[in-house]
């Protein structure tokens, strides 16, 4: 038997409003890998800031390496050899990838002098580990998600840590950085390093995964071997119930085209792009990392003006120079960065919601309706199930999964003919996805458009009605019916020279 390098026990932590944990029970063990499961707002991610120091805990105890421990720091747990790799990317965007990786704990070649050329060949070192070829001089401010969340994982694993947390790493990464990170998590098991891993991807789990430890509102639902549970199981014990259906697909009678966009281009989409959305459907888009379709998205809300192309709604041109030209008109995007793009997190989550919206929210003379933007609120948190004890509380308080949630709801309060869902479900559980699903089924029943990218293979296959494939910036080709299979995605994903005849 493997021996126990983390014990938790009996912890709890109450938030105002909140008991965030109650009674919760974790064990690591050496060499091995935990999967932490559970929906959002389960507490799996408080649990591990109260092992890393971040949270304090109410009551409990906390064991390490033998010795109980109380009052941790980040810095302490650090020490300790505790390591997290964090949901929310937590980067300084106007430092290097070396700067950050070594963010203080920079070498010295002379009192007050930094090492620059010591610290960036330790960081490429690291970076190669992980067989990824950043520039380390490269501010990261200007890499592309995927590419921050690696400089996130290096940053982690510079500290040689016993214990690794690692809380949703796969959910900004391509398929080959997924495998190249599963290499490096075997390899650190055989290092004997103990891994407390965060996912609501469960098809990864079975590549690196020894136990498994479930959660529900804050309380230890089960744990034990995971070669003891199947999915169903785990989905079960996650949510309290049965879920019958992984993607909740409708057919609806498809109506007139709404979206019509021809030889659009920006700074951003050097290649022109043309396609129609119409009534009642869910028109994906696939592609590999960097194939442009968080670009195309972008261009068609205004945030990077198109410099050349017509956008046709409901058969009318219109110009879109900037979001609220968007917005006005009737198109609507839940973008793939929800922090940096679809929140302010230091705003309580009732404003976030009526932002958007303050131009259906005032009356005459420019003051806001308190019972219209209540009652928005209200409706918007009710329909989504947006777990909060109050409208008040800041978005930056809330799980991913429900921060998600508020960025759907601010545009649920206003009419629009065409919404774009970029990666909507990226980093929530089993069935706040499931959620998600359905009401983009009902925006389908009451005949929006639907732009819909994801770069799950399964997820766009299983729930979208057609699907345009993009590479290196054009649309290589379109999918439907039994067209659909994963291998003429990754055809003309890979290689737009050789379309396919659908």
């Known amino acids: ?5 983390v014990k938790m026990e009996n912890i709890c932590k109450t938030f105002p409003g909140v008991k965030a944990l109650d009674n919760v029970s974790l064990y690591l063990k050496k060499g091995r890998v935990m999967a932490l499961l559970g929906e959002n707002g389960a507490g799996k991610s408080t649990l591990m800031k109260i092992l890393s120091g971040i949270y304090n805990y109410d009551s409990g105890t906390v064991t390490l390496f033998g010795e109980q ?16 790799i964090h949901q929310e990317l937590n980067l300084c965007h106007h430092l290097t990838v070396a700067e950050n990786i070594f963010l203080g704990r920079e070498p010295f070649k002379r009192k007050f002098i930094i090492d620059n050329a010591a610290m960036n060949k330790a960081a490429k070192t690291i970076l190669a580990k992980l067989g990824c070829d950043i520039d380390v001089t490269t ?8 590419k921050q969340q690696m400089v996130e994982i290096a940053k982690a694993l510079s500290l040689n840590a016993k214990v690794l947390i690692m809380d949703e790493p796969t959910s900004a990464l391509t398929d080959r950085e997924i495998k190249e990170l599963f290499a490096i998590i075997n390899q650190l098991k055989k290092e004997g390093c103990a891994i407390a891993y965060i996912s609501h991807r469960l098809e990864e789990l079975k590549y690196i995964t020894d136990d498994i430890t479930i959660m529900r509102d804050g309380k ?8 003891d549970f199947d999915i169903e199981t785990i989905i079960t014990n996650m949510v309290g119930r049965t879920i019958r259906e992984k993607y909740p697909r409708i057919t609806v009678p498809v109506g007139k085209t709404i979206l019509s966009v021809q030889h659009l281009c920006s700074d951003t989409m050097a290649h022109e792009v043309s396609f129609d959305v119409k009534e009642g459907e869910i028109v994906g888009v696939a592609g590999l990392m960097g194939a442009g379709r968080t670009e195309m998205a972008r261009t068609l809300f205004g945030m990077d003006p198109p410099t050349g192309g017509k956008i046709y ?3 009318q041109e219109i110009n879109i120079r900037k979001p609220m030209d968007a917005i006005k008109r009737g198109i609507v995007l839940v973008p793939e960065d929800r922090k940096k793009y679809g929140l302010c997190t230091k705003l309580p989550v009732r404003e976030n919601i009526a932002l958007p919206n303050l ?10 309706n308190k019972k219209k933007e209540s009652k928005m609120v209200a409706d918007s948190i009710g329909n989504l199930h947006i777990k909060v004890a109050t409208p008040e509380v800041p978005a930056r308080t809330l799980s991913g999964g429900n921060q998600q949630k508020v960025v759907v709801a601010k545009w649920m309060g206003r009419p629009f003919r065409v919404v774009v869902f970029d990666e909507p479900t990226r980093g929530i559980d089993v069935a706040a996805k499931v959620e998600i699903y359905n009401l983009m089924n009902e925006l389908k029943k009451n005949g929006i458009g639907i732009v819909f990218i994801s770069s799950e293979m399964p997820e766009i296959i299983g ?7 993009m590479c290196e910036g054009r649309i290589t080709g379109e999918l439907s019916g039994t067209n659909i299979t994963q291998e003429k995605i990754l055809t003309l994903a890979t290689n737009f020279k ?3 005849a659908v």
């Open 359 to 368: 131009d259906l929210l005032t009356n005459t003379i420019e003051k806001i």
């Open 220 to 227: 230890l639902i089960t744990t034990g071997s995971f070669a």
């Open 69 to 84: 421990v109380a009052n941790l720091t980040p810095n302490s747990a650090k020490e300790k050899g505790i390591a997290i």
């Open 463 to 469: 729930f979208a009605d057609r699907i345009l494939v």
């Open 139 to 146: 501010l990261v401010g200007e890499l592309p998600i995927s």
């Open 1 to 5: 038997m493997s021996e126990y390098i």
């Open 313 to 315: 709604l409901d058969g």
């Open 498 to 500: 050789n379309k396919l």
